[in-house]
């Protein structure tokens, strides 16, 4: 009896250890999800990106020419490079970027000639691999580390083998040491950069040279035998012994040349072979993508949720290099100056704000702290607060969400940064506008001050800019509040509520107004543009993240908000064009989708399905959440409903999927939706785990019959930062009816400045 409960004890504790064992979650990573766009209609604007989490390079087949922000478009059929990327959407032109691209037969430079026909069907795209075969049967392939990469080109027998490298848009250098089979030199690319910026490459291969040049890109110059160049465009070409197959190692640095040997020793030194580093490649990502393990869904589900979770965990950008004592520095993007410490780029906090930082901060928030200090030292570095980094500040978009990333990051524990810091940068921010951009400073900060809100037409936007101000506001107030700073509560205090004097009380909607407080004439609700930021009315209407109850007081009460709510998806899918026009890609994906007035393809709206849980009918908002994660989002080319953005699109998706997102950032608080999945494990950083089981769930399952929270009853709309933090098991009843008496109570009702003042 003894021996029989030993042998069930010990077989409990294998079964566990497998269970808790990482499972191949790269498999369901599709990297050509939405990667079927154009100008005129984008399923994504993504690229089949090959890298590790947050990498600082990344790498990508090129299908559009050089400086195109088209970058890569399914339904082209030929390439013209492999290229190191870092673009963010094809809405921006990249930068730091070199390529290579292996011919056969004869050596061809012209980028528009040495194109090369290839089929899918001979494709293979996962964040760890990326391989294609030509119709020329010479095959590529790829595997990255965080700044770099091994690449391998397979000619075929009897065939001349060559490789051209490409120096892109800008100013680049080349050296070529044949005896060390090696090539070095740098590229100068992109914009906004400080004097000094180069991005130095150094490139090893593992066969030899039978012949080598240097070339350049404006009029396709050839310099056979040369070794060395410099100037616009120059890149170098190399020839191997027919039929060869050659693989390169290849890292970079912005900091020196000596630095991007150093990445490629750290990084690739002890890979001698591209199986190595691709296998490496997919340890690291199944890692990251274990942080999360769903199970009980279809086979398109995980490979939809995999391949969104992927594109959530490319941003932001690493842009810090290891010293050789394992120290982290960087090159400055802001002062052209290396400093210590970590920096992190390449995103738009307008968009990613949203989702795409609270999903960080939940997963990875050790990073999600180096970030904090990071925008402090950006601050310090250049006089202002990033809020769309390409690598250094655009001042792209609207509003000074800067602050909303570190009031989130208090809120949820993440302490590594002075608060008060945070809270002069901001005023600072608040109180100024910058020389860049729109949300570099605050456009129209003196008015938003004296008339409480940002008068139009004298400010592009402006009743979008007084809604996200208030928004940033209330962050401002709430990280002065709880770190006990007075004097900064006040300041934002007075402005947090300043939504209300855009709204119209007479249309019921948020409007232009004018300096002398008149509303905009000839109203039209679906008219796009004006005082709105690519959007209108239905879709701004929504944008008070901080105070839902107070919109709700606004408009009537619970029963006239949820009706509104309604009325979005009833509305005819009508566009009126407005100041844009004509018809702009966000548009027609919104007329595409036939949801009515909901228009998910871009960021104002997207939080907009929660509400309901704020009004006494949060069923609705399990409702709509499962329809729009099945009807928008799929795993294929054309997988989003519009832009990915930097991640957020992506992360909408994975909140979504777990059945909570994050309406107010700066609060502590997910408000619930329906999860996707029969189970859900979150496995913590902290070595905590959160588990949400719904084992009745199912595409008609969509609604909350009863819940409870670690064994007790659990009726709140809402779950706490720490509630899934400190770990434990959420379990949901899960029913094909909604139950319309579950969570009705004020207590279960999510944060509202009001509700919280009342």
């Known amino acids: 009896m003894k021996f029989t409960s030993i042998f069930l004890a010990a077989a409990c504790l294998f079964t566990n250890s497998l269970h808790a064992q990482e499972l191949d979650l790269v498999k369901y990573v599709n990297t050509l999800q939405g990667t079927n766009s154009k100008h005129e209609l984008t399923r994504g604007n993504t690229y089949p990106t090959t890298a590790l989490p947050f990498g600082m390079h990344t790498w990508t087949p090129q299908t559009g020419k050089n400086g195109d922000g088209w970058k890569y478009q399914y339904f082209k059929n030929k390439i013209r490079g492999f290229q190191q990327a870092h673009q963010c959407s094809s809405w921006t032109r990249d930068y730091a970027v070199f390529s290579f691209m292996p011919m056969v037969d004869q050596l061809v430079v012209n980028e528009n000639e040495r194109e090369a026909t290839f089929s899918h069907a001979n494709e293979i795209a996962k964040p760890n691999y990326y391989k294609v075969s030509f119709d020329n049967k010479i095959t590529t392939e790829i595997a990255p580390t965080e700044r770099g990469a091994h690449l391998r080109f397979s000619y075929p027998k009897a065939k001349k083998s060559y490789l051209v490298l490409d120096g892109y848009t800008n100013i680049s250098a080349i050296k070529i040491d044949p005896k060390q089979n090696k090539i070095t030199g740098y590229v100068n690319n992109g914009e906004g950069f400080k004097k000094g910026f180069k991005n130095f490459f150094v490139v090893y291969f593992d066969q030899p040279f039978i012949k080598y040049g240097t070339w350049e890109n404006r009029q396709n110059k050839v310099y056979a035998d040369s070794a060395t160049g410099e100037g616009n465009g120059f890149g170098a070409y190399v020839q191997f012994k027919a039929g060869a197959k050659v693989q390169l190692k290849v890292a970079s640095s912005y900091i020196s040349p000596e630095q991007a040997e150093l990445n490629l020793q750290q990084e690739l030194g002890a890979d001698k072979t591209l199986e190595q580093t691709k296998n490496k490649a997919a340890a ?39 010293d050789k004592d394992g120290k982290p520095h960087y090159f400055s993007p802001y002062d052209g100056k290396v400093h210590d410490g970590y920096m992190f780029t390449d995103t738009g906090f307008w968009d990613t704000f949203r989702a795409q930082f609270p999903l960080n901060t939940l997963l990875h928030p050790t990073m999600q702290g180096q970030y904090m200090q990071a925008m402090l030292d950006a601050y310090d570095q250049c006089g202002w607060l990033p809020s769309w980094s390409f690598p250094s500040e655009a001042g792209s978009m609207i509003g000074n969400h800067a602050i909303s990333l570190f009031t989130d990051a208090w809120a949820k524990g993440i302490h590594t940064f002075d608060p008060n810091a945070a809270l002069k940068a901001y005023l600072h921010e608040a109180t100024n506008k910058g020389p860049w951009g729109p949300s570099n400073g605050r456009d129209g900060w003196k008015e938003y001050a004296q008339l409480g809100y940002v008068p139009y037409t004298k400010y592009r936007e402006a009743t979008a800019k007084t809604l996200e101000y208030a928004y940033d506001d209330f962050c401002g107030y709430q990280l002065a509040k709880v770190t006990g700073n007075n004097f900064y509560a006040n300041v934002f205090q007075r402005q947090m509520y300043n939504y209300k004097n855009v709204y119209d009380s007479t249309t019921g909607f948020m409007r232009g107004r004018d300096s002398n407080g008149l509303w905009r004439p000839n109203f039209d609700p679906a008219e796009w543009g004006g005082p709105f930021t690519e959007g209108n009315a239905w879709h701004w209407e929504w944008s008070v993240f901080q105070d839902i109850k107070g919109l709700i007081n606004l ?172 770990g434990g098991v959420l379990k949901l009843g899960m029913a094909d009816k909604p139950q319309t008496n579950r969570g009705l109570k004020e207590e279960d009702k999510p944060f509202s400045l009001t509700k919280k003042l009342e």
């Open 284 to 322: 690291i990502w199944n890692k990251s993508l274990n942080k999360v393990q769903v199970e009980g869904g279809s086979e398109a589900d995980m490979s939809t949720f995999y391949s969104c979770f992927f594109r959530a965990s490319l941003f932001s950008r690493k842009f810090y290099e290891v």
């Open 555 to 726: 408009m009537g009460g619970d029963k006239k908000f949820t009706a509104k709510l309604d009325a979005v998806f009833t509305e005819p899918n009508k566009v009126n064009v407005g100041s844009y026009g004509g018809m702009i890609h966000e548009m027609t994906e919104m007329v595409m989708a036939n949801m009515g007035q909901y228009a998910h393809g871009n960021q104002p709206i997207q939080h907009m399905v929660y509400l309901y849980n704020f009004a006494g009918e949060p069923w609705k908002a399990q409702y709509h959440t499962r329809e729009v994660m099945h009807k928008l989002y799929n795993a294929t080319e054309d997988g989003y409903p519009g832009d990915e953005d930097q991640g957020q699109t992506s992360s909408w998706y994975v909140l979504s999927a777990l059945g909570f997102y994050s309406v107010t950032p700066g609060t502590g608080e997910y408000v619930m939706g329906s999860p996707l999945f029969k189970k859900t494990t979150i496995n913590l950083e902290n070595g905590k785990k959160f588990i949400i089981e719904a084992p009745l769930n199912s595409n008609e399952n969509v609604y909350i019959k009863s819940a409870s929270l670690n064994g007790k009853v659990y009726t709140k709309n809402f779950l706490t930062h720490s509630d899934i933090t400190n």
